[in-house]
Nanobody, 118 residues
């Protein structure tokens, strides 16, 4: 059974930094894309960052330059480092995985709340 377990959310002051991590269980980790999406109330889920199995990285426009995604295939974990956080970054952050070898099947974590106060 595939599980994505997020950790690291919380409350942070505007301008501060926060790191999230997501541990994958039940996935052949090196062969999947891993990433983060976020959703705030009343808005659609949006891309934060994705790190593909081939090594390419894509960042969402709203966070580009302020976040860094990385992965440790040995630990089956993906990380998201966020800096210069803004109140508009407040959202539930979801860990995401896509497995190309399984017809691009997608998996989602339960989400972790990030709240940025001014």
């Amino acid at each position: 059974q595939v599980q994505l377990e997020e950790s690291g959310g919380g409350l942070v002051e505007a301008g501060g930094s926060l790191s999230l991590s997501c541990a994958a269980v039940g996935i052949m980790f090196g062969f999947n894309d891993m990433g983060w999406y976020r959703q705030s109330p009343g808005k659609q889920r949006e891309l934060v960052a994705v790190h593909s199995s081939s090594g390419s990285i894509t960042y969402g426009d709203s966070v580009n330059g302020r976040v860094t995604i990385s992965r440790d295939n040995r630990k089956k974990t993906v990380f998201l480092q966020m800096t210069n956080l803004k109140p508009e970054d407040t959202a539930v952050y979801y860990c995401y995985s896509k497995i190309p070898a399984l017809e691009n099947r997608e998996f989602w974590g339960q989400g972790t709340q990030v709240t940025v106060h001014s």
